[in-house]
């Protein structure tokens, strides 16, 4: 019993000490934490510059949106089926003679063992 609670207090207590100095120290200096205060405007002054970003905002709005001035994209001409079948066979063929010529690779790692000459 007494060394469960031997173990059990030894952990409790390196938690609490992992949290307690895990915590900042707090060093910042209140007066320069701050931002500088900003002058105050009149309402004069925020009236121009209202105008300006309405100005600015009305051309905005007037100019291209967003997918304006995008064309479509032109239809490519269709195919019969039949078409794209005989254009897959006559791919197929060459491929499968320029297999069997020996010029395509067999892809992989260039140094694999299967690659090496004997």
């Known amino acids: 019993m007494r060394k469960i609670v031997l173990t059990a207090g030894i952990a409790l207590v390196q938690m609490v000490a992992i949290n307690a100095f895990a915590q900042s120290s707090g060093d910042a200096d209140p007066a320069q934490a701050k931002s500088p205060p900003t002058p105050?405007?009149?309402?004069?002054?925020r009236a121009e510059a209202r105008g300006e970003r309405k100005a600015a905002g009305s051309q905005a709005a007037r100019g291209p949106q967003i997918g304006e001035g995008q064309s479509e994209p032109t239809p490519t001409a269709k195919t019969t089926r039949k078409e794209r079948k005989a254009a897959n066979a006559k791919r197929r063929a060459a491929?499968?003679?320029a297999n069997k010529a020996g010029e395509l690779s067999r892809g992989?790692?260039?140094?694999?063992?299967?690659k090496q000459k004997p």
């Open 40 to 45: 105050k405007t009149t309402p004069a002054e």
């Open 108 to 114: 992989g790692n260039a140094d694999a063992p299967e």
């Open 95 to 97: 491929t499968r003679e």
